[in-house]
DNA sequence: ATTCCATATGTCATGATATACATACGTAAA
DNA sequence: TTTACGTATGTATATCATGACATATGGAAT
């Protein structure tokens, strides 16, 4: 009953207790690759999963901003999060226009297909360094720590390398696949 | 107007001439990596498409089964598909279930969890198998025949290749993700 | 005879997602 | 003083996508 995105969400308050504008946020801009939801779609998935019981509120109200509602995790969400986490799960079709396009390129003029590749090439270059930027704040962090696959960034650090290879293979596609139209 | 399946339609149809239910299977089956789409949703597609004036189709009789409707592109759905062909696109964000359980897989039990990126790991090297097959076959068919880039195989080739660099990189993380949670 | 399968074309209900609309508070800039 | 911005929460509409429902033909298997 619960999709995607609410596990998503409810992973994130497991994390740490917050707001619909917080979610929102990290939903577009943070560590959230491979998903993705505008707040038009996190408010009801909340209300959803606030009357499944896997999620509680309390209203703060707030002097200098409008009052916002933090939402907390609850004994229930937990279980249904921990037997979500490794249900198996089918592995997921890619959807990537520019594949599409790529599928239709010899109807392409060549100078204007190169160019094409030539800007995702760029495009995912700069991904790439955002992401392996990512990847030295949080290695700089570790310095000295314990690493612990209980805590919320072993799933974070997963994630982002995963993000650094997908970004990787894609640039390297992109120039590839701009030489050959180029030769 | 018209969606990506659209002009995905659009340019198999420009490849060949076919009925909707060879599309069908097409974007199904094969080498339609990076999309995907059922005949519930081609159907209406194709009627759109033809009330655009891109395609046009006549029906064929057929003694030992159904009749069938065999589409065609037009002038202005050639002219169509080669401006979208080009036409700038932004950098499409991934959506990818499993990395939101990998998000969450500090709430996991390790072994559990190690399980599924095993499973994956499988799942996408036989992917990858049998993307190695048809590149195989494919450049069997080249021996001595000129490669142009205005020839419907070569949008099938530049996919393909992705379609391995992407199943390769995906089957190596997720056996080196398995490896940081038996660690 | 009945069932099953591949071919062939469609509709319908549901859910997922994006864009735009809508309101409200307080501060800071023009 | 009007405008714009960041915070904060929602709704409405349209589109996209999946799964189920629906029908029909002819051949092959049971």
New interface residues.
């Given amino acids: 009953m619960t999709s ?1 995105l609410g ?2 969400l ?2 994130l308050i ?1 994390c740490e207790s917050q707001t619909g504008y917080d979610l929102s946020r990290t939903l577009q801009e943070r ?6 939801a505008k707040h038009s779609q996190i408010y009801p998935e909340l209300a959803r999963l606030e009357s499944a019981g896997y999620i509680t509120h309390e209203v703060v109200r707030q002097s200098d901003k409008p009052d916002k509602k933090i939402y907390t995790i609850t004994d229930a969400g ?1 279980a249904a ?2 037997a ?3 249900a ?23 100078a ?2 190169a ?2 590749f030539r ?2 090439e760029r ?2 270059a700069e ?1 790439l360094a955002v992401y392996e930027g990512i990847r030295a704040t949080m290695e700089e962090k570790w310095q000295g720590s314990e690493r612990r ?8 650090y ?2 982002l ?2 993000g650094i ?2 970004e ?3 640039r ?2 992109c120039r ?2 701009a030489e ?2 180029e030769a």
Avoid: C
């Fill in positions: 995607t596990y998503a409810l992973n497991a560590i959230s690759f491979f998903w993705q937990l999060l921990r979500w986490v490794v198996p799960l089918k592995m997921q079709p890619a959807r990537d226009e520019l594949l599409v396009k790529t599928a239709a390129i010899w109807q392409a003029d060549p204007a297909a160019a094409l800007d995702h495009q995912h991904q696959r209980d805590q919320p960034w072993f799933g974070s997963l994630t390398m995963r290879g997908y990787r293979e894609y390297d596609w590839w696949a050959m139209i």
